[in-house]
């Protein structure tokens, strides 16, 4: 796959034009959808799948790759006319993330479209239908939540802190160094964990096991936007639409935390 020169600002700006726009179709698609009443059933690997999830892909399909078309494409709902399209940009989409919540009648749900180059997102959007939460950014030029720039927490000390993430991850037998005291949150919807990391209203998240791309890269674009730092459980950078397409567990926050965290998810016993 040839390698894109870097994308000057203005062209970022515009490409992320693109995909709020597309996103914001897409997101009252699925809005009606919601309301209206839940169609969903299980795909053969036994996640939950919906038929707002394939009317979302094919919406999102149709507008980006109509306005371009020469752009890759990789979704979670791949359509067979489309999965194998790659390109030196290349769409990394998740039509719905939080089927489970959609289909049970939670906001906890969001549609997400990343911009990839080099194996890394260089423009994204990810929005809460329900909420009309709306989370943008562009590689280089910060992190807004409907328009508002946000800043990810400023926390230093890990004891106390406010993390995203299972209350298992308390249990001292899964890790060579047990994590000390925390509080915990959660969100159902991966994306939304990294933009509640993003916009400062957790000071970060733990993920453990693996993670589809298309479940982190817009949010990790956010996060690092907001000023913040996302790795996996070793604290390697991301990243994504390679062979695998998954992530070996995720850690987010902001630089002086993530200090004090990414030495413990190095011990992480699985």
Same mark, same amino acid.
């Not at 179709?25 to 036994?46: E, H, M, S, T, Y």
């Not at 919906?50 to 790759?65: E, K």
């Not at 371009?68 to 993330?97: F, K, N, Q």
């Not at 990414?262 to 699985?270: D, F, K, V």
């Given at each position: 796959?040839?390698?894109?020169?870097?994308?000057?600002?203005?062209?970022?700006?515009?490409?992320?034009?693109?995909?709020?726009?597309?996103?914001?179709?897409?997101?009252?698609?699925?809005?009606?959808?919601?309301?209206?009443?839940?169609?969903?059933?299980?795909?053969?690997?036994?996640?939950?799948?919906?038929?707002?999830?394939?009317?979302?892909?094919?919406?999102?399909?149709?507008?980006?790759?109509?306005?371009?078309?020469?752009?890759?494409?990789?979704?979670?709902?791949?359509?067979?006319?489309?999965?194998?399209?790659?390109?030196?940009?290349?769409?990394?989409?998740?039509?719905? =993330? #939080?089927?489970? &919540?959609?289909?049970?009648? @939670? %906001?906890?749900?969001?549609?997400?479209?990343? +911009?990839?180059? $080099? /194996?890394?997102?260089?423009?994204?959007?990810?929005?809460?239908?329900?909420?009309?939460?709306?989370?943008?950014?562009?590689?280089?030029?910060?992190?807004?939540?409907?328009?508002?720039?946000?800043?990810?927490?400023?926390?230093?000390?890990?004891?106390?802190?406010?993390?995203?993430?299972?209350?298992?991850?308390?249990?001292?037998?899964?890790?060579?160094?047990?994590?000390?005291?925390?509080?915990?949150?959660?969100?159902?919807?991966?994306?939304?964990?990294?933009?509640?990391?993003?916009?400062?209203?957790? =000071? #970060?998240?733990? &993920?453990?096991?693996?993670? @589809? %791309?298309?479940?982190?890269?817009?949010?990790? +674009?956010?996060? $690092? /936007?907001?000023?913040?730092?996302?790795?996996?459980?070793?604290?390697?950078?991301?990243?994504?639409?390679?062979?695998?397409?998954?992530?070996?567990?995720?850690?987010?926050?902001?630089?002086?935390?993530?200090?004090?965290?990414?030495?413990?998810?190095?011990?992480?016993?699985?």
């Amino acid at each position: 796959m040839p390698e894109p020169e870097p994308l000057a600002n203005d062209r970022l700006a515009d490409e992320l034009a693109v995909i709020e726009e597309a996103v914001q179709a897409a997101g009252a698609l699925a809005l009606a959808q919601f309301r209206d009443g839940i169609k969903g059933w299980r795909k053969p690997d036994g996640t939950p799948v919906s038929a707002a999830d394939l009317a979302v892909n094919r919406l999102l399909a149709d507008r980006l790759l109509a306005a371009r078309p020469s752009h890759g494409w990789l979704s979670e709902e791949a359509l067979d006319d489309l999965g194998a399209r790659h390109g030196a940009l290349t769409y990394l989409v998740d039509p719905i =993330d #939080g089927t489970r &919540a959609f289909l049970g009648g @939670s %906001d906890d749900w969001c549609i997400s479209v990343a +911009l990839l180059a $080099r /194996e890394r997102p260089v423009a994204a959007a990810i929005l809460q239908p329900v909420t009309g939460a709306l989370y943008s950014a562009c590689a280089g030029l910060g992190a807004t939540l409907n328009g508002r720039r946000i800043h990810v927490s400023d926390r230093r000390q890990l004891e106390g802190a406010h993390l995203i993430a299972h209350s298992g991850l308390g249990k001292p037998e899964r890790w060579a160094v047990p994590w000390p005291r925390v509080r915990y949150g959660m969100t159902f919807a991966m994306l939304l964990r990294l933009c509640r990391v993003a916009d400062g209203s957790y =000071d #970060g998240m733990v &993920a453990l096991g693996r993670k @589809s %791309d298309w479940d982190v890269a817009a949010g990790d +674009l956010i996060v $690092r /936007e907001a000023g913040g730092l996302v790795t996996d459980l070793s604290g390697a950078p991301l990243s994504y639409g390679g062979p695998e397409m998954f992530q070996n567990g995720v850690i987010a926050a902001g630089p002086a935390l993530m200090e004090r965290m990414i030495p413990l998810g190095r011990g992480y016993r699985a």
